[in-house]
């Protein structure tokens, strides 16, 4: 019994061994060198990292840029906005100009209408009174002075308007070109 047991042992022992050999033999196969395996992470970190710097740099430049920028984009918004105050303001007057000269011309057609209406009378009283007939003429000449006086004044007061008319519109057609 003793050698039936010693001799149990020995088999239990070769398949113990041949287990342990198969499992030594399937551990060596599926070893890794981890060494390597980190060495070659290290390495993927490693630039991984130096690309993470180069991004952080460009966009630190490109951030910088971009304020400049806008920094430069909002000073030419307030240049043209006063720009635009001032086209405004000259507008203003032209507009306040072009009124005045409306008047004064409507004021003026009134007075030639009235200088006209005067000098329908004078002819009638030159109808009637020959005496009056260098009288008349000489109001009539006076008053035609007046009226070419006035309507010369109109016309360069046209060619005036005409003049600032047509600077108004190359500074806003300049303005509109800025933008």
Do not use: C, P
């Amino acid at each position: 019994m003793v050698n039936f047991v010693g001799k149990m042992f020995v088999v239990l022992v070769a398949i113990l061994s041949v287990m342990f050999l198969g499992v030594a033999i399937a551990v060596f196969s599926t070893h890794k060198n981890w060494k390597a395996t980190i060495d070659e992470q290290q390495a993927q970190i490693q630039e991984l990292q130096a690309q993470q710097e180069a991004f952080s740099t460009q966009y630190k430049l490109n951030d910088a840029n971009l304020q400049i920028e806008l920094a430069a984009a909002e000073n030419q918004i307030v240049k043209l906005e006063r720009e635009r105050v001032q086209l405004m303001l000259r507008n203003e007057q032209m507009q306040q100009q072009l009124d005045d000269l409306t008047q004064r011309r409507r004021d003026l057609t009134t007075d030639i209408a009235s200088t006209q209406r005067k000098n329908d009378e004078l002819a009638q009283q030159n109808a009637q009174l020959q005496q009056d007939i260098a009288t008349t003429q000489q109001a009539t000449g006076v008053a035609f002075d007046e009226a070419v006086r006035a309507t010369s004044e109109l016309h360069d007061a046209k060619l005036k308007l005409e003049t600032e008319l047509e600077r108004n519109a190359q500074l806003v057609e300049q303005a509109g070109g800025i933008e």
